[in-house]
């Protein structure tokens, strides 16, 4: 099993005496995996419809805060700050940005860094934002994901590119360098809805789930794995091995504090360091192989503390 977390782009820690200090200290506790998360822009006024809380309400909403590094910048410039730790946009909006820019920009990243990019792609969420940067067609999201995640693949493979699509068309189109990654860097594909599977059946390389979306609750492994068979039965009916398509899981409520569900059970990936060490054994046998746990802290000592604390006291419990 491989274990990440988020580098701060936010807040305190979003400076870069601390992000280098805590990006060069994961990668001294064998940490494999940095993430960087994605707004361009904060709405004063957001709705109700964020997915990964239980009212809706986005969490930025109610702290007021709306700083927020730039993901492509923050991610060329972690690939400067470290050496060995792998680097996953989590997840780029794919629609926020023209497919012809992301893919030159992650493919001089992923050439910058020797190949340590890992490219996290959603749909995005909130219509405010989508409005802001003028791009109208919100409800066309997902088909714009789709075609845009095909338009990097044939910019990253193909010497002189075509496409011809509904949003995007060009012909001979050269894009180099190319990736250090052949064919390209692993597509993972966050989301936890039907959408989100059948878009990882067919295009991505891992799927990548968030547990804390309450329509599709995974907080426990029966619950993962019950949607991880959706995702394989699909795959199957599109004609593609089940195997081929490689399994993470970010817990964003990953916590040394024992936590309860509504029935009074223990949250899993919460409490003593030998139960949240056997649910993540227990995840690993269901065939998870990337973990993102949720380290972050506002204090640069406590997450530097909680980095240390994880690498001591829960790893060692796993065998790797």
Known sequence: MQFGFSAPFRGPLANAEDIRALAQRAEELNFDVLTV??????????????????????????????????????????????????????????????????????????KLSNGRVLVGCGTGWMREEFEALNIEDFDARGRVTDEYIRVMKALWTQDRADFHGEFIDFSGVAS?????????????????????????????????????????????????VARRDLLFAEAARVGRDPGTIGLAYNCAFYSETPQERPDGTRLAFTGSPEDRAADIAALEEAGVTTMILNLTSNDRSQMMERLQAFGEEVRPLLGD
Not at 61 to 67: E, N
Not at 189 to 218: C, H, Q, V
Request: net charge negative.
């Open 37 to 110: 998360a994605d707004h361009i822009v904060v709405p004063q006024t957001i709705g109700a419809n964020y997915p990964y809380s239980e009212t809706g309400e986005f969490a930025w909403t109610a702290d007021g805060s709306t700083d927020c590094m730039e993901q492509f910048t923050l991610l060329a410039w972690l690939a400067a700050a470290t050496t060995s730790i792998r680097l996953l946009t989590s997840v780029i909006v794919v629609p926020h940005r023209n497919p012809l820019f992301m893919a030159k920009s992650l493919a001089t990243t992923d």
């Open 176 to 224: 180099d360098p190319k990736p250090v990654q052949k064919p390209h860097p692993p597509i993972w594909i966050g989301g936890e809805s039907m959408p989100a599977i059948r878009r990882t059946a067919a295009l991505g390389d891992t799927w990548y789930p968030f547990g804390t979306n309450p329509k599709f609750r995974m907080d426990t492994i029966d619950t993962y």
